[in-house]
């Protein structure tokens, strides 16, 4: 058994446990295997697994890597979780299914429209710059309304909203914001949890983990 297929066993079985000692009842949650900078013959034993999220943070990369094997199956869903430059747009509606990186009216407007062109229906995530990191992409708090309320009237799919909390503090007040935010407004799915603290994540019922080294080993 592949490296690869021992690690997301062990994760499953480590979230399973998890929400079995939170008691959470009618939760579930999902793994994005965060492939991005891994070739695909390193990805492909996880596929062949039958797993079906993975997620990319560059669109040419994702485009050479994956056009082929999404053909041949059909149930993959692919997740952009990097910062999406609004002239990438129209390339990454090809090959993605959700975007979870939507964090400006600009970009928002360039989803709109492309997803028009091409009569394509993309699921999208607001990332919010949760921590007011002035490094990190994110839209401030204060501004999530005018954005959200934008991508409704242009019928935009708005699933939820995804964080990248400061690395080097406790992510659990993060999460927490975030959560009730997402409560706030009505979602049932939000994005946010990542190798280092997706069990943390459970807690606060994220729905979509993006998880790469911890699958796939550390990155080069």
């Given at each position: 058994?592949?490296?690869?297929?021992?690690?997301?066993?062990?994760?499953?079985?480590?979230?399973?446990?998890?929400?079995?000692?939170?008691?959470?009842?009618?939760?579930?949650?999902?793994?994005?295997?965060?492939?991005?900078?891994?070739?695909?013959?390193?990805?492909?034993?996880?596929?062949?697994?039958?797993h079906i999220n993975?997620?990319?943070?560059?669109?040419?990369e994702a485009i050479?890597?994956?056009?082929?094997?999404?053909?041949?199956?059909?149930?993959?869903?692919?997740?952009?979780?990097?910062?999406?430059?609004?002239?990438?747009?129209?390339?990454?509606?090809?090959?993605?299914?959700?975007?979870?990186?939507?964090?400006?009216?600009?970009?928002?407007?360039?989803?709109?429209?492309?997803?028009?062109?091409?009569?394509?229906?993309?699921?999208?995530?607001?990332?919010?710059?949760?921590?007011?990191?002035?490094?990190?992409?994110?839209?401030?708090?204060?501004?999530?309304?005018?954005?959200?309320?934008?991508?409704?009237?242009?019928?935009?799919?708005?699933?939820?909203?995804?964080?990248?909390?400061?690395?080097?503090?406790?992510?659990?007040?993060?999460?927490?914001?975030?959560?009730?935010?997402?409560?706030?407004?009505?979602?049932?799915?939000?994005?946010?949890?990542?190798?280092?603290?997706?069990?943390?994540?459970?807690?606060?019922?994220?729905?979509?983990?993006?998880?790469?080294?911890?699958?796939?080993?550390?990155?080069?």
């Open positions: 058994m592949h490296s690869t297929i021992k690690n997301i066993i062990q994760i499953e079985k480590e979230i399973k446990e998890k929400i079995s000692e939170l008691k959470y009842l009618d939760y579930s949650t999902q793994i994005i295997a965060v492939s991005k900078t891994f070739p695909i013959d390193h990805i492909l034993h996880l596929v062949d697994y039958g993975f997620g990319e943070n560059k669109v040419q050479e890597k994956w056009t082929d094997i999404k053909a041949k199956n059909k149930n993959i869903k692919l997740h952009m979780i990097g910062k999406l430059q609004t002239n990438k747009v129209k390339n990454a509606l090809k090959i993605f299914d959700y975007i979870h990186s939507v964090d400006s009216l600009k970009l928002a407007k360039k989803i709109s429209s492309e997803q028009v062109s091409i009569n394509k229906k993309i699921k999208i995530f607001i990332q919010i710059n949760i921590g007011s990191e002035r490094q990190k992409s994110g839209i401030d708090v204060e501004h999530l309304d005018e954005l959200y309320n934008f991508c409704k009237q242009s019928r935009l799919d708005v699933i939820g909203l995804m964080c990248l909390p400061p690395f080097e503090s406790s992510s659990a007040k993060y999460f927490s914001k975030l959560k009730d935010l997402n409560d706030n407004m009505g979602f049932t799915d939000i994005s946010m949890g990542m190798s280092h603290d997706y069990l943390e994540a459970i807690k606060f019922k994220s729905t979509f983990l993006r998880i790469g080294s911890k699958i796939f080993g550390n990155r080069s």
